[in-house]
């Protein structure tokens, strides 16, 4: 494996930009890692001569002194991200040769900051899951392995081959969405850092929908400085997408290696939940002395409500993703079996084109929306999530940030779960809060299990203020010293 894949975004450019290497020779070395990296399933499509060609246009840009903030950087892409230049699939049956017409707002943003495409990443069937078991393509595989047992493990979902790819270096920073923890659970799985801004920071127009006011871009990469990087190109209004914020988007640069101190920084106790392994409760506590040694006071916060996340979200998300998807009827978009009428090609199409969880979120979103239920289900889920705003509101008047586990365990063989629903939902327990009241949320790795696996901490913080994630983010990246890599690397070195 080329030395290439194992720099930083910051490093790459700095490489590039003193012509140590160029963006063609960058990009070759992590096309190489992605075809050797190939039984991790984590891409759906490769675009490897797409790649190429946008690597050398970026050395000419380059050459002529117009470097963007990502000039020549090889990014995966979660394929929930509409592209000119490859299908979009969302993992389903339905989409399956589903080729957009135009490109996302985001992706759009990273292309014109002179970023390279490789490929586009396997995830959950429209991204529903934690696991990224749910996919029409097959399951991810996590690059990392136990040293307990010999099993696959599940890089975590639903951006499961973001993650994967950004850990197994065949990319150096990733795209994904999170509704729900669908980057931080990932990442915490991983090994890697991932963040969701706040909601409306990132257009949505060009993304999947799934649950709309839920729904948000955000990255994945190895350093905290890295993500606020390609953060700060995805970021911004856009007229196109009506819950897009027009608020300035700062500099995120200018507040690195500004340390913690004097910060406040909240550890909310009703995250501490029944049967959380003595590893996690550990490494929360470690967490806090981190940053209590660097200058920041520890409060204890109180989230009254944050208990209700979970039941509250899957409420709310099937039901607006039982309304998004009603889009797929065989005669707009993607797939269509030929039926005896009309009701009934929609009805083979839909009942071909969509995986089991798909169906059963679809139930449940019109079950808690239809007439008798709608005030029992839906609009209490929605009286709750307007509590848990009230709670985030009054820590953040004692905090600046809170720290808080990202996942209740470490990854988990691949098929665990996936017979009991309850389970696989309960994964979200600490990243839904931050999903249903739309705050930045960050997952930074913490440190090893005794296994062997790695462990995240989520930081969260005020709505548009992403620098504190960053500045929490990166005094726990500087104390954890995370430097481990994933097996499957270690091995191909041996
Ligand atoms: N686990 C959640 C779900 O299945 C999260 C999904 C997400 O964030 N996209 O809905």
């Known amino acids: 494996m080329s030395d290439l894949t194992h720099l930083t975004i910051k490093n790459a450019l700095e490489g590039l930009d003193k012509k140590e290497f160029s963006a063609v020779e960058l990009t070759q070395a992590h096309i190489n890692a992605m075809e ?279 409420i709310v998300a099937p039901a607006e993703a039982s309304s998004n998807l009603a889009r797929y009827d065989g005669v707009r978009y993607g797939l269509r079996v030929e039926g005896e009428n009309l009701i009934d090609m929609y009805e083979k199409t839909r009942a071909e084109g969509f995986g089991d969880e798909v169906k059963r979120r679809i139930m449940i979103g019109t079950y808690v929306l239809s007439a008798g239920y709608y005030d029992a289900y839906y609009i209490k889920a929605q009286k709750i999530r307007r509590l848990i705003v009230e709670d985030f509101k009054k820590v953040f008047e004692e905090c600046d940030a809170l720290l808080t586990p990202t996942s209740p365990g470490v990854a988990f063989p691949i098929g665990e779960r996936m017979d009991d629903p309850i389970k696989m939902y309960l994964e979200d327990i600490f990243t839904s809060p931050a999903s249903l009241a739309g705050m930045p949320a960050m997952s930074v790795p913490g440190g090893l299990n005794g296994e062997g696996l790695p462990l995240g901490l989520q930081i969260m913080a005020k709505p548009w203020d992403e620098e504190s994630v960053f500045r929490v983010g990166q005094e726990i990246e500087k104390a954890a010293n995370f430097t481990a890599l994933p097996n499957l690397l270690t091995k191909a070195a041996a």
């Open 36 to 314: 050797s990296t190939r039984e991790l399933n984590a891409y759906i499509t490769e675009t490897p001569e797409l790649a190429l060609k946008q690597a050398a246009e970026s050395d000419k840009r380059r050459a002529g002194g117009e470097a963007g903030l990502l000039e020549g950087i090889p990014l995966a892409v979660k394929d929930m991200f509409c592209t000119k230049d490859a299908r979009t699939t969302a993992a389903s049956h339905i989409l399956e040769n589903y080729q957009s017409p135009y490109e996302s707002t985001v992706t759009e943003k990273l292309w014109q900051d002179g970023a390279v495409m490789i490929g586009k990443t396997n995830l959950d069937e429209f991204a529903m899951g934690a696991s990224n078991m749910t996919s029409y393509f097959g399951n991810v595989i996590n690059p990392w392995r136990s040293n307990a047992h010999d099993k696959d493990l599940v890089p975590g979902g639903s951006s499961g081959g973001s993650a994967a790819c950004v850990s197994a270096r065949s990319a150096m920073g990733a795209l994904g969405t999170d509704t729900n923890g669908s980057i931080r659970q990932p990442a915490s799985y991983t090994g890697t850092v991932g963040i969701k801004p706040t909601y409306g920071r990132c257009s949505r127009w060009g993304i999947v929908a799934f649950a709309s006011s839920l729904d948000q871009a955000g990255v994945f990469a190895r350093t905290v400085e890295d993500c606020a990087l390609m953060l700060q190109s995805c970021s911004g209004h856009d007229p196109k997408d009506s819950t897009s914020a027009n608020i300035e988007v700062p500099d995120w640069s200018n507040s690195f290696n500004n340390g913690v101190k004097g910060m406040k920084i909240g550890i909310p106790k009703e995250f501490r939940v029944d049967g959380m392994p003595d590893e996690i409760e550990k490494l929360w506590q470690q967490g806090a002395d981190w940053l209590k040694d660097a200058g920041a006071e520890i409060v204890d916060v109180s989230m009254p409500h944050a208990k209700y996340a979970i039941p509250a979200y899957y």
